[in-house]
């Protein structure tokens, strides 16, 4: 059976909601002959943020898959799947921030960053972990769900804040 886990929704919020906040007034400030070019790249970027929070991965009984956007291919990121049996181990590697990256490490000494940032992300794991006999139990989110939560909430308030000061 195959089962498919997309971008965590409070990831994929937070990022558009930042764009949005950073970027609704430009074409309202801009001069009057820069309006309609500031509008197309705005939706032009809006677009491009929301391809880009749509990758996803995908487990069935045979392996697993990182699916990217054509979007994200074209900036460079790259899809990739992994038979069960490659896997070797999970290993971590410490983030500038205090937290932790895993790493899928094949036989073949091939690494595949774990996604930590899925919807039903202990499903997963536990898919994983079945799959490969791996303990996963020490593998979280990478940030704190609370981080993406704040910064949406953050974010909101700037668009509210600017569409109050737009219309007074």
Do not use: H
């Not at 049996?85 to 290993?91: A, G, N, Q, V």
């Amino acid at each position: 059976m195959i089962e498919k886990f997309k971008t965590l929704f409070f990831v994929k919020s937070s990022l558009i909601s930042l764009y949005l906040a950073l970027t609704i007034p430009l074409p309202f400030i801009s001069i009057e002959k820069l309006k309609t070019p500031s509008i197309i790249i705005f939706a032009l970027g809006l677009y491009l943020i929301i391809n880009i929070t749509s990758d996803y991965v995908e487990t069935c009984s045979n392996k697993i898959s990182y699916k990217s956007s054509f979007t994200s291919k074209l900036l460079g990121k790259k899809n990739w799947e992994i038979s069960w049996k490659d896997i070797k181990l999970i290993k971590s590697l410490p983030t500038s921030q205090g937290s932790k990256v895993y790493y899928f490490n094949t036989f073949q000494d091939d690494n595949f960053l774990v996604p930590q940032r899925v919807e039903n992300f202990d499903k997963f794991l536990l898919i994983v972990s079945s799959k490969t006999g791996i303990s996963i139990e020490e593998i979280t989110y990478i940030s704190p769900l609370w981080t993406y939560k704040l910064l949406t909430l953050l974010s909101v308030l700037m668009i509210i804040g600017e569409l109050f000061a737009f219309l007074n």
